[in-house]
């Protein structure tokens, strides 16, 4: 839910900004075009890369999403993702390499998310969270609720030990 807010936090700067993509014989490529932020840009490049990381601890028990996280890279992973679950991604014309001779060495294909990308990560997010929730294993359960208190425990019983010691 923090990237959520964070990516919506972010949708004034980048609201004429799009998401590029170019997949197929030549590879895959991505890219944020049309905004003038470069600071915002690059926060939202880092945001991808940690919901990306996330989204491979969601989707990785769920065969069904092999191909969003095939990449091995988190940042395409979430790029894929929002290409597949915002509804707001729309293909371009595809093409075809061609070699001198004009043989075709195999097809092209880009598309683009043309509306606000810092909303549409949000919702995105929201979405994820509401269909795919990341499972919090027990121990960082605890740890997340009684962290701060188990170490302070801790360094309390240790001082209490070497006082113990020290006064014998």
């Known amino acids: 839910m923090d990237f959520e807010a964070r990516f919506r936090g ?6 004429h900004a799009r998401l590029d993509d170019q997949t197929g014989a030549a590879g895959e490529y991505w890219r944020i075009a ?8 690059k926060e939202f490049e880092t945001l991808s890369w940690l919901a990306g990381s996330l989204l491979v601890q969601a989707l990785s028990d769920n065969p069904k999403f092999e191909q969003i996280l095939a990449s091995g890279d988190p940042k ?3 790029y894929r993702a929002l290409k597949q679950f915002s509804g707001a991604h729309r293909p371009g014309s595809p ?13 092209i ?4 998310i043309n509306s606000n990308i810092a909303e549409v990560a949000a919702n995105v997010c929201l979405h994820l969270h509401a269909h795919f929730p990341i499972k919090i294993l027990w121990y960082e359960k605890i740890y997340q609720e009684y962290g701060k208190e188990i ?4 360094i309390l019983a240790l001082a209490s030990a070497l006082i113990g010691l020290w006064l014998k």
Do not use: H, M
């Open 10 to 15: 972010l949708a004034p700067r980048l609201q």
């Open 34 to 41: 049309g905004g003038f932020d470069l600071v915002a840009e």
């Open 76 to 78: 395409t992973c979430w």
């Open 95 to 107: 093409a075809y390499q061609s070699n001198d001779k004009g043989e075709n060495l195999g097809w």
């Open 109 to 112: 294909y880009t598309g683009s």
């Open 151 to 154: 170490i302070i425990g801790l």
